[in-house]
């Protein structure tokens, strides 16, 4: 957002302001107090003109100003109406060098999954890319999925909506107790780096929010209808929040996902490019492979797609 913008937003905040008082603090002309209210008001800041000034009395948009203003951690906010894919867009950036940059869009035409399955995003849902920078060695780059779904899960609790993990990043709500699951939610992350220094990762989270549920694929749920529709600003900005929590403590990640894992006690089949482990899921380790009892033993799996058994 334009600096002037974001400093009178600054000012707004603590309560009305006049036209005037803001020229002068800003060093801008009263004309361009006005000029810059109006280009507000059209990006959704709801600002009311009376005796004591200028009000801000909501911010009803969806959009990258919106999501940035009041947001809690270090991210700029690219918005776009429709998009093919926030991930390419995300993965575009990050190769042009940016960084701390979350690309946003009400609906996707051509969402991915993983291994090129096709993802449904139509308006009304999240989907978000968020681009980052870290040091870390890319044997630790799971933890940034894994962080990515403890945060999703996390603001989908917050939002009353009972959010488990399904292994490694499906955010499921649960269907009765015997592991079964609608999905929510689903993370891809991609990444580039040499062999002992990650240069990017692209995290693509997608959750189903104001939708319904019947124009999504079968075995899918909404927020919509698990818990009634949410404020999306909000949602992504505290995903948003979440997120960067995580991602500055990854030593907490493990912890958190443990503590939200449907997968765990359930037997699973996972299927890897190795073959197929078939088991109890009992643990996850410190990078977020999944330990499964075997008949031959304790098998840990780093990656694949893990299906939960009826128990036996
Ligand atoms: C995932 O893949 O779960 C990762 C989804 C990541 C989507 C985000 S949205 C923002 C960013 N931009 C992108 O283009 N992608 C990311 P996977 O585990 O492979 O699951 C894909 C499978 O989930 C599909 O084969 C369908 O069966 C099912 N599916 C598709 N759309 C769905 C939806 N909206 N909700 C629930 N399930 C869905």
Redesign the pocket.
């Known amino acids: 957002m334009n600096e002037t913008r974001r400093s009178i937003l600054e000012a707004l905040s603590d309560g009305p302001v006049s036209g005037p008082a803001l020229a002068e603090s800003l060093d801008i002309s009263r004309a361009a107090v006005w000029k810059h209210i109006d280009g507000l008001r059209d990006e959704g800041f709801e600002i009311e003109s009376g005796p004591d000034g200028y009000e801000l009395v909501a911010v009803t948009a969806y959009n990258g100003a919106a999501i940035e203003y009041e947001l809690e951690a270090p991210f700029t906010v690219e918005y776009h109406d429709s998009i093919e894919?926030?991930?390419?867009r995300a993965r575009e950036l990050a190769s042009e060098g940016a960084s701390d940059v979350a690309v946003l869009a009400d609906e996707?035409v051509?969402?991915?999954?993983?291994?090129e399955?096709?993802?449904?995003?139509p308006s009304g849902?999240v989907?978000?890319?968020v681009v980052t920078r870290p040091s870390i060695p890319p044997a630790q780059a799971p933890l940034y999925t894994l962080a990515a779904s403890v945060a999703t899960a996390a603001t989908a609790r917050e939002a009353g909506v009972d959010a488990r993990i399904k292994w490694p990043?499906?955010v499921v709500v649960p269907d009765g107790n015997d592991g079964d699951y609608r999905?929510?939610a689903?993370?891809?992350t991609e990444m580039e780096g040499q062999t002992d220094r990650v240069e990017w990762i692209a995290v693509?989270?997608?959750v189903?929010a104001n939708i319904d549920a019947d124009t999504?694929?079968e075995?899918?749920t909404s927020i919509r209808e698990e818990a009634g529709d949410v404020d999306r600003r909000r949602f992504v900005q505290r995903l948003l929040e979440e997120f960067d929590e995580y991602r500055n403590d990854l030593e907490s990640v493990v912890p958190a996902w443990r503590d939200l894992a449907l997968t765990l006690g359930q037997r699973v089949r996972v299927d890897r490019p190795a073959g197929e482990v078939v088991g109890e899921a009992v643990d996850v380790t410190e990078s977020g492979a999944l330990v499964v009892e075997t008949d031959d033993g304790s098998e840990t799996v780093s990656a694949g797609?893990c299906e939960h058994l009826r128990p036996v």
Not at 85 to 88: F, R, V
């Open positions: 894919s926030t991930n390419d996707q051509g969402g991915r999954g993983r291994l399955r096709a993802w449904t995003a849902g989907w978000v890319s990043n499906d999905k929510l689903g993370i891809l693509g989270i997608g189903n999504l694929p075995g899918a797609d």
